[in-house]
């Protein structure tokens, strides 16, 4: 799956440098689907790179989780999610309108 979003975001991570005058490998974002809000990290300080999602507790679902998932250079990630990955996710985006 073709997380494009992640591609622009990287181009622009690699224009800038923090105060040591390194690249940024390491950006803090959130994403909203529906109702479901996530807490987001994107990181390229190794292969593959990482995102990472924690979703924010509600009222409805008190139960925040977490996800990690290898995003490839062509800044992909699998079609098929392991164990309980995708029912978890699932709960999360049907329980808050996602």
Do not use: W
């Not at 622009?8 to 800038?16: F, G, I, N, R, Y």
């Not at 689907?33 to 996530?38: I, N």
């Not at 009222?59 to 098929?80: A, G, Q, R």
């Amino acid at each position: 799956m073709l997380m494009q979003n992640l591609k622009s975001l990287h181009e622009s991570m690699k224009a800038q440098t923090n105060a040591r005058g390194d690249v940024i490998e390491l950006q803090r974002f959130r994403s909203v689907q529906g109702a479901a809000v996530f807490e987001c990290i994107f990181s390229t300080g190794e292969r593959p790179y990482k995102l990472s999602l924690t979703s924010r507790g509600t009222e409805k679902h008190p139960k925040s989780e977490f996800f990690l998932f290898d995003v490839s250079d062509e800044y992909t990630i699998p079609n098929y999610f392991h164990g309980d990955t995708y029912p978890r996710l699932l709960e999360i985006l049907r329980t808050m309108g996602g």
